[in-house]
């Protein structure tokens, strides 16, 4: 009886470690499974957290950080006209699905690591991450290069679910905590919004 509870443990453990791989770089055909799952759970997080913010404009240029298969940066690609969106995540099978769902020109996805940007400085107007930025290994750095790479008076949006944060980003269990990191790399107007389950961070260069 034990040695079963015991493997019972055992493979549920692993199977959490597995789906949490999978979570942080999406591979194979698990992977493809995932981001569709992601696909129905997480888009009205996306759509929600846009809702907070009216600064996308015509001509915008956007960039999407950790996009799965693309979901939200089609649909960022609607919201005004002659937008310019980059799509990235760190995962090859990630970039693969995205560009085989594709149907708009106006998009351009690269397998990039968010810590180490390939962009020139103040490329981009509003720069967004959903439920993703608890899963890059340094924080810090990553928002350094945001920082880089977005334009003056650009817009930052980080939306997840608080759960996560709670688990993955213990220092982060309240906002002001975050806000104060953000200040000492000279980001500006931080404002929160929250729900029972999400949490959206914007916030300014
Ligand atoms: C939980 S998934 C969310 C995907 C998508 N944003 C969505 O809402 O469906 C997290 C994504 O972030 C990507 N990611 C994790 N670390 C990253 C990093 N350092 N740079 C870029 N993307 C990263 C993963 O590959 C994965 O596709």
């Given at each position: 009886?034990?040695?079963?509870?015991g493997?019972l443990?055992l493979l549920g453990?692993?199977l959490f470690?597995y789906?949490?791989?999978?979570?942080k770089?999406?591979?194979?055909?698990?992977g493809?499974?995932?981001?569709?799952?992601?696909n129905?759970?997480?888009m009205p997080l996306?759509?929600?957290s846009?809702?907070m913010?009216?600064?996308?404009?015509k001509?915008n240029?956007?960039?999407?950080i950790?996009?799965g298969?693309g979901?939200?940066?089609r649909?960022?690609?609607t919201?005004?006209?002659?937008?310019?969106?980059?799509?990235?995540?760190i995962?090859?099978?990630?970039?693969t699905s995205?560009q085989?769902l594709?149907s708009?020109?106006?998009?351009?996805?690269?397998?990039m690591d968010?810590q180490d940007?390939?962009?020139?400085?103040?490329?981009?107007?509003?720069?967004?991450?959903?439920?993703?930025h608890?899963?890059?290994?340094?924080l810090?750095?990553?928002l350094?290069e945001?920082?880089?790479?977005l334009?003056?008076?650009?817009r930052v949006?980080f939306a997840s679910e608080t759960?996560k944060?709670?688990?993955?980003?213990?220092?982060?269990?309240?906002p002001t905590?975050f806000?104060k990191e953000?200040k000492?790399l000279?980001f500006?107007?931080?404002?929160?919004?929250?729900?029972?389950?999400w949490?959206c961070?914007?916030?300014t260069?």
């Amino acid at each position: 009886m034990l040695i079963w509870i015991g493997s019972l443990l055992l493979l549920g453990t692993l199977l959490f470690y597995y789906l949490l791989q999978q979570s942080k770089k999406p591979s194979g055909r698990v992977g493809i499974f995932m981001m569709r799952l992601w696909n129905k759970v997480y888009m009205p997080l996306v759509k929600w957290s846009l809702t907070m913010t009216s600064s996308i404009k015509k001509g915008n240029k956007i960039l999407d950080i950790g996009v799965g298969n693309g979901a939200s940066s089609r649909y960022l690609s609607t919201l005004a006209s002659e937008i310019q969106v980059t799509g990235i995540d760190i995962s090859k099978q990630a970039i693969t699905s995205a560009q085989k769902l594709q149907s708009e020109a106006n998009i351009d996805y690269q397998i990039m690591d968010v810590q180490d940007l390939a962009f020139d400085n103040q490329s981009f107007d509003l720069i967004t991450a959903f439920q993703t930025h608890f899963h890059w290994p340094n924080l810090t750095k990553s928002l350094q290069e945001i920082h880089r790479v977005l334009k003056k008076d650009g817009r930052v949006i980080f939306a997840s679910e608080t759960a996560k944060i709670q688990y993955f980003l213990p220092r982060h269990k309240q906002p002001t905590q975050f806000e104060k990191e953000l200040k000492a790399l000279n980001f500006h107007h931080f404002t929160v919004h929250q729900t029972a389950q999400w949490t959206c961070y914007i916030f300014t260069k």
